[in-house]
């Protein structure tokens, strides 16, 4: 799977239990837990599918607390292992594709909203499939987005937040209980966070 943003990549928020989630009440419906990761962008960039796939759900005007999302199911011609999970990419601006649409990586399928909440960000976010698609279920599952990226967007990903921590690690980059001997935060690796949560 490949970044859905290409230009920019500014990592704000991991996924798991960020110090931010842990803080913030909006994450109630996780667990207080942070269910996808956070790309920060300028408003107006591109958002690009990052997998081959179907278009299942798209919401727009705003809805909820995630505002203007599409929602793709994997194909088996995907190379990771997310065929039977669905990649939902929230806070769009006016969603570019619409249910039904077939889409590879890095078709355009949006743009980055400049009326999201913490400023224009999109939120990745892998759960199970449902044959009767809906944004909220009572038993579901999120996934870690870092353990479907290729080597490659791994590697740009963490290079990024690495560059960012040099100038002090946020609370959506940091852990909780993650600090270094004299009480900093320290810069979590998005690969050691729960793999699933349940909801």
């Not at 107006?44 to 005007?61: E, Q």
């Not at 793709?72 to 039904?100: A, D, F, Q």
Request: aromatic residues 12%.
């Amino acid at each position: 799977m490949i970044l859905p943003i290409l230009r920019e990549i500014r990592p704000t928020q991991w996924f798991g239990d960020t110090v931010f989630a842990s803080t913030t009440t909006i994450y109630s419906y996780s667990g207080d837990l942070h269910a996808g990761f956070d790309l920060a962008a300028s408003a107006g960039s591109n958002v690009f599918a990052g997998i081959y796939g179907t278009v299942v759900d798209v919401v727009s005007p705003a809805s909820s607390f995630r505002p203007n999302y599409v929602i793709i199911r994997p194909t088996r011609s995907n190379p990771c292992e997310c065929v039977n999970r669905v990649v939902l990419y929230g806070h769009l601006g006016t969603p570019s594709v619409k249910v039904g649409d077939k889409v590879r990586p890095a078709t355009r399928i949006g743009a980055t909203d400049a009326a999201a909440g913490g400023g224009p960000h999109l939120h990745l976010e892998i759960r199970d499939y449902e044959d009767h698609y809906t944004a909220f279920t009572d038993n579901e599952w999120f996934y870690n987005p870092a353990y479907y990226l290729s080597s490659y967007w791994m590697n740009r990903l963490q290079a990024a937040a690495k560059a960012q921590s040099a100038h002090g690690v946020s609370s959506g980059l940091a852990f909780v209980g993650e600090t270094d001997e004299d009480g900093n935060r320290v810069l979590g690796d998005p690969y050691t966070q729960p793999y699933r949560i349940p909801r």
